[in-house]
């Protein structure tokens, strides 16, 4: 099946300082992926949609200057948190579109805390 | 934009029993329903999906079906099993799936009683 791998699984950093995620689909193309944030015992919630060699897209409540996305090749994206603060705390999940049935496969998270 | 119930929260079912979960969409257009499992500290995993066009699918003990009328959908898992343990959410998306985000319910905590 397709995978996606998701680096790093956890990170712990000082308020203030800026984290990268990143996001790789390993056995596929994707020309889409997805970033949401999931804080603890709730859903998945979209914060932006990022596609191959183009600008991000962002939901609504979501700063796109906090949360830069960079989607350099049909199997990386990245995501860096800027300035981070405690209330960034969240885990974080990427997801990459596969061209066949554009189904949408998951990274396994990354855990964010700032302190 | 689409908004997806989903119900109930938390289902407890013993060991070899039927779970249900049921989810109800609001966006006509949505075409396209993944159902997804969640082990604590992991990503979603995709189990089973359904397209517009279908009324149910099946995959061994996991089945989906759909209502379009109705905007619902429902997951049966049959004959359950302790792995089965673990939170699933619902989701819908309005397009052919690539190009958006996912949409998802609240989750439903499925816990399996030995």
């Known amino acids: 099946g397709a995978v996606v791998s998701q680096h790093p699984s956890w990170v712990i950093c000082k308020s203030g300082t800026s984290v990268k995620i990143e996001c790789r689909s390993l056995d596929f193309q994707a020309t889409t992926m997805f970033w949401y944030r999931q804080f603890p015992k709730q859903s998945l919630m979209l914060m932006a949609t990022?596609?191959?060699?183009?600008?991000?897209?962002?939901e609504q409540g979501v700063e796109k200057d906090k949360f830069l996305i960079n989607h350099a090749s049909l199997t990386l994206s990245t995501l860096t948190v800027t300035s981070a603060h405690p209330e960034d705390s969240s885990f974080y999940i990427c997801?990459?579109?596969?061209?066949?049935?554009?189904?949408?496969?998951f990274g396994a998270g990354t855990r964010l805390s700032v302190l | 934009g689409e908004n997806v119930e989903q119900h109930p929260s938390t289902l407890s079912v013993q060991e070899g029993d039927s779970a249900v979960i049921k989810c109800t969409y609001s966006?006509?257009?949505?075409?396209?329903f993944p159902w997804y499992k969640q082990e604590l500290g992991k990503g979603p995993q995709l189990i089973i999906d359904i397209r517009s066009n279908v009324g149910e699918k099946k995959d061994q003990r996991i089945a989906v079906t759909l209502n379009k009328t109705a905007k619902h959908f429902s997951l049966h898992i049959t004959e359950t099993q302790p792995e089965d343990s673990a939170v699933y959410f619902c989701a819908a998306i309005s397009s052919g799936g690539g190009a958006d985000g996912l949409t998802f319910g609240k989750g439903t905590h499925l816990i399996i009683q030995p």
């Open positions: 966006d006509s257009a949505s075409n396209y």
């Open positions: 990022s596609n191959e060699g183009s600008k991000a897209t962002y």
């Open positions: 997801s990459a579109s596969h061209r066949v049935g554009n189904i949408q496969y």
